[in-house]
């Protein structure tokens, strides 16, 4: 696997934003949040004046082998059908973006169809056509984890290189919801059952299938004794490529908009190789996947938002970059006391 040269934000600047955000003409932290990633910005930009650049959201798409367990309300088929979705422009996320100028590929990172070549809008990184049922054995090979890390990093430099500096995350995947929970429960220490949600729509009798079969697996596996070995034995192709994509928009500095439960556990293995990627992460949204909310509060950060959305996708990231833009607006448009001769505090 690939060494990222990822840097703690340098704090040089924070005294020069700090005062360019407290001398705008609103009372001190009146704007809040949105001050908070004005700062944020502008340190993972090392400028006070910073910019949005070609706003990108990937949409990493893959089939899980443990959905043959049933752990899923919906059959494995329609991780490729919501993808010929996206690639027609009919799922929420296209909606989303379309509103909002948000650039939006599909990245087939595993999932188990043949889609046409040269289809527009479809990255093609396959790592396989499913990973394996990982009740039986590891969801994927060592060489195939490494795979994934290193091939979407190279998606991600290839959008840095075009002038893209603020990237998103979502998943479509079968199954995927039972990989994430898994990897939560064995790299946080939390419990099983507080990790585990209804995923696609589960009943209570099919919430509980799915906890009795994730333990099962957990049984076979155990906690490896590397990030990368826990990767294995539990991860999905989408969710190792979300990985591998964190960790190369951290090492090029862009800023980087987490999405829901799944892309949030993809930021956990990320942060597990290199804990400096969370300066340059975002949190958008707060997913309704039970697991999210107690992943979120495990690791220490406030998503900008809670719409009780569970889609995935990328949605809360489209639906959060207005709130993103706004913030370096505000430290770029909005008038200084002295530009308006506005008095200031007493």
């Not at 490729?80 to 422009?89: E, R």
């Not at 039972?178 to 220490?189: D, K, Q, R």
């Not at 507080?194 to 596996?221: F, M, P, V």
């Not at 490896?224 to 826990?230: G, S």
Request: net charge neutral.
């Amino acid at each position: 696997m690939r060494k990222y040269n990822i840097q703690p934000l340098s704090r040089t600047l924070e005294y020069d934003l700090r005062l360019r955000i407290d001398r705008k003409t609103k009372p001190v932290g009146a704007l809040g949040r949105l001050e908070e990633i004005a700062l944020q910005i502008g340190l993972i930009q090392q400028t006070i004046e910073p910019r949005l650049i070609n706003p990108t959201i990937l949409v990493f798409a893959a089939d899980h082998g443990i959905a043959k367990e049933g752990v899923s309300a919906y059959p494995q088929e329609v991780t490729w059908q919501m993808v010929n979705n996206f690639l027609q422009g009919g799922a929420a996320i296209n909606v989303f973006c379309r509103q909002h100028n948000i650039s939006l590929s599909v990245v087939d990172a595993g999932v188990n169809f043949d889609f046409p070549k040269d289809t527009p809008g479809l990255i093609r990184n396959k790592t396989g056509k499913s990973t394996e049922n990982f009740v039986k054995a590891p969801a994927m090979t060592v060489k195939q984890t490494q795979s994934c890390i290193d091939t979407s990093a190279n998606i991600v430099s290839t959008l840095h290189e075009s002038g893209c500096n603020i990237i998103g995350f979502g998943e479509m995947g079968i199954g995927n919801t039972s990989s994430a929970s898994v990897l939560m429960s064995v790299i946080t220490g939390l419990p099983l059952k507080a990790c585990i949600g209804r995923g696609t729509g589960l009943d209570d009798a099919g919430l509980n299938h799915k906890h009795e079969i994730l333990s099962k697996a957990i049984q076979r596996h155990g906690k490896p004794n590397t990030i990368l070995k826990t990767l294995c034995a539990y991860g999905g192709f989408e969710i190792a490529q979300m990985v591998g994509s964190i960790l190369q928009a951290a090492s090029d500095r862009m800023i980087i908009m987490i999405d829901g439960f799944i892309a949030t556990v993809a930021y956990l293995v990320a942060h597990a190789i290199e804990p400096s990627v969370k300066d340059y992460c975002i949190f958008c949204h707060q997913s309704g996947e039970r697991g999210h909310a107690v992943l979120l509060d495990h690791i220490k950060v406030k998503p900008l938002l809670n719409l009780d959305m569970r889609l995935g996708e990328a949605t809360g990231v489209a639906m959060a970059f207005p709130i993103i833009q706004s913030a370096v607006n505000v430290l770029n448009e909005m008038a200084s006391f002295e530009s308006a001769q506005v008095s200031g505090k007493i």
